[in-house]
């Protein structure tokens, strides 16, 4: 059916305003400001504050917090703000293997913004963090990463109170959330229930007491150790209705033992699912038989053959290698390290916490994956 044009009474009006468009345009030209256009806009400023990426690091000061406990804090070549929590991974040449591992921060929010500084508390313990107490010094230069993670309060699903539960290092993102709390950059009420073995454990005693307000208590529990100051024992589920209000949620951050116990607690009280957030732990060596396997590895054009010891992560046997490797949360759930199996066997850390479309087109975490013969994977390049 052909089209038909339907005649305007008054299209002459059409015309009038197609006469006066380029002297109109002119006049708006001519009316506008001659200052010149922005290099920048805020939008774009604030983006790079948040997303920095990977970014050269000054180690301006070593602080021995407990005797097997450090913190590192460096001055940053880029403006960053991070949700008190997170994580940042740190990047040095170790041996001569390009080595990077996540540590929680430990300052807090606004020091990073403001000062261009930012501190992460490192426990002596595995081959990276044994690397930087023995051998790290003032004025070294490392690469820090993009902060990252989800152990941060959320407004939408969390409770206003957080019963906060740490053991041993895992003190360190709750202390950069009772910094938070202080300046305030964050928004919440926090109780924290910090375990450790003995007295001389409590890493930054003396730092949480001065943060201690209406929005912050900490209470300290002692494991190894009687001492009438403190509660002693476990933190149990008569320690946590002891310091609760009627509705909170749980954020915890401490080692797998730890988990395990209060887990067990926690379904006694009814408490579970969204009301629970745990920090994941890096995997770390499987006790198993010893056994050597093949693995080949192919980044862009470049195909290499290295040794697997499938007591360790296939991302550690890359690492050993040499082989410069995406990596963030080295615990299976972020994905940034997700690689092609192209052949082998594999035991994953833990749960499965692959995404469907990995486990669909044929995607492992080398960062949690255990081998179990020869393997062969493309592997994306690591950041530069």
């Avoid at 994580?87 to 996540?102: F, H, I, K, W």
């Avoid at 005693?205 to 024992?233: C, H, Q, R």
């Amino acid at each position: 059916m052909a089209f038909k044009f339907k005649k305007q009474i008054f299209g002459f009006m059409d015309l009038l305003r197609f006469k006066k468009l380029v002297p109109n345009r002119r006049a708006a030209f001519d009316a506008a400001s001659s200052a010149p256009l922005p290099k920048t806009y805020k939008v774009n400023e604030t983006a790079k504050i948040l997303h920095p990426g990977n970014q050269k690091a000054r180690l301006a000061e070593i602080t021995l917090v407990t005797a097997d406990t450090k913190t590192y804090t460096f001055e940053l070549s880029k403006k960053m703000f991070f949700r008190a929590g997170q994580y940042v991974e740190l990047t040095a040449d170790v041996d001569g293997s390009t080595v990077n591992r996540p540590y929680a921060i430990s300052s807090s929010p606004l020091t990073s913004l403001r000062e261009g500084k930012l501190s992460v508390t490192v426990k002596k313990a595995g081959f990276f963090s044994n690397w930087l107490f023995d051998n790290a010094k003032v004025g070294d230069e490392m690469i820090i990463g993009d902060p990252s993670g989800f152990f941060h309060y959320e407004g939408i699903k969390d409770a206003e109170v957080v019963v906060g539960i740490a053991g041993g290092s895992g003190i360190t993102p709750f202390y950069s959330m009772a910094q938070a709390i202080a300046e305030g950059s964050e928004d919440f009420r926090l109780i924290l229930l910090y375990g450790a073995k003995t007295e001389k454990d409590i890493a930054f005693k003396k730092e949480l007491d001065a943060l201690v307000s209406d929005n912050f208590k900490v209470v300290y529990v002692l494991s190894d150790e009687k001492n009438k100051k403190y509660e002693n024992g476990f933190i149990t589920k008569e320690l946590i209705a002891k310091y609760a209000p009627e509705d909170f949620t749980v954020m915890a951050c401490g080692p797998q033992a730890m988990y395990a116990f209060l887990d067990k607690e926690l379904a006694a009280m009814g408490i579970g699912g969204r009301r629970v957030k745990k920090e994941a732990n890096c995997v770390g060596v499987r006790d198993v038989k010893k056994a050597v396997y093949d693995l080949t590895v192919h980044i862009r054009d470049d195909v290499y053959t290295v040794k697997a010891d499938n007591r360790e992560t296939v991302l550690v046997a890359m690492e050993r290698a040499g082989l410069r490797v995406p990596s963030k949360c080295r615990a299976g759930g972020c994905g940034f390290c997700h690689s092609k199996l192209v052949s082998g066997k594999f035991s994953i850390a833990g749960a499965d916490k692959r995404r469907l479309a990995d486990l669909k087109f044929g995607y492992i975490h080398p960062c949690c994956s255990y081998p179990d013969s020869d393997m062969e994977i493309i592997v994306p390049a690591g950041l530069e």
